[in-house]
């Protein structure tokens, strides 16, 4: 049961009130921010609560399963803490959202009322909507091992181990044309093999996506330079003259781990685990019953 403060307490059961709601937002990179919906600043466990954001709260509603989205925050994107590059970069996702109601005429008094994760943004027209998720949420994500034929670790991890220092694995390029968003043709990677890098990552070097990860889908030459796609359109344009990264792509197949990374001892499938062929399949003289190709 949530207990209120004695003073806030005293407040709210006063004929007239004076509150307001605050909300402290936490980012991934550490950055913390406040806003509330008051006309003026307040100071919420030590954070400025900006009154400039347009900020404002849907009506939440609790459930007892893990659906997403029971409660909305919606505002204008202005300033410098909340602006439209951040939104479309990435840089709000999944960050740490503390809702409080206080008092402005004594802000010191603030009860939290929930905290959650921010799920998925819709951004028109100047403004936003981002979703609150509730700490239940990540109980409705599976945990633990699914027993299947491709690998289920990560290229690079810890548990695959393959060092993606290595030049046969990272190369540097730059971007030289293409639309800058869906489609990148590079400059530098004439000494690899087509689609060496698909399934892969894409990271810029600089500029307002610097850092964050793009998945490749398809990788091939164009002539003298290599055309990229991206797996999903880049939020923002990468311009020509921009330095990016690029990991060697996994299809998490035994086959290529074997004869891409030389890494069979750490593959993490079950490559010679039967398929659904062989499990619901009765003798025969004339069949090999198999389950199918391996490899």
Request: proline share 4%.
């Amino acid at each position: 049961m949530r207990s209120l403060p004695d003073d806030l307490a005293a407040r709210l059961a006063a004929g007239a009130t004076t509150l307001a709601n605050c909300w402290l937002l936490t980012r991934a990179d550490g950055s913390r921010f406040g806003f509330t919906d008051h006309d003026r600043d307040l100071v919420v466990d030590g954070v400025t609560c900006r009154a400039a954001s347009g900020l404002d709260r849907s009506a939440a509603a609790a459930s007892g399963d893990f659906a997403a989205g029971d409660e909305d925050l919606a505002g204008v994107v202005a300033g410098e803490s909340l602006s439209e590059e951040d939104l479309a970069a990435g840089r709000w996702d999944g960050a740490r959202v503390e809702v409080y109601l206080t008092d402005w005429t004594d802000p010191a008094s603030a009860l939290l009322l929930r905290a959650g994760t921010i799920g998925e943004v819709v951004r028109s027209d100047g403004a936003f909507r981002a979703e609150l998720r509730g700490p239940a949420h990540a109980l409705g994500h599976p945990v633990g091992r699914l027993f299947g034929r491709g690998c289920d670790a990560e290229l690079g991890d810890a548990r695959c181990a393959v060092a993606l220092d290595h030049p046969d694995y990272r190369a540097t390029a730059d971007v030289v044309g293409g639309d800058g968003i869906a489609r990148l043709l590079l400059q530098g990677l004439g000494a690899f093999d087509d689609d060496w890098f698909a399934g892969g990552l894409l990271v810029p070097a600089s500029g307002a996506l610097a850092d964050r990860p793009l998945r490749i889908d398809l990788d091939r030459r164009a002539g003298d330079l290599r055309e990229i796609v991206l797996w999903r359109r880049a939020p923002l344009a990468l311009a020509p003259g921009l330095l990016v990264t690029l990991t060697a792509g996994c299809d998490k197949r035994f086959a290529t781990c074997r004869t891409k990374f030389a890494n069979t001892v750490n593959f993490r499938g079950f490559p010679h685990m039967p398929g659904n062929d062989f499990a619901f399949a009765y003798a025969r003289s004339d069949g090999g019953n198999t389950g199918g190709v391996l490899f």
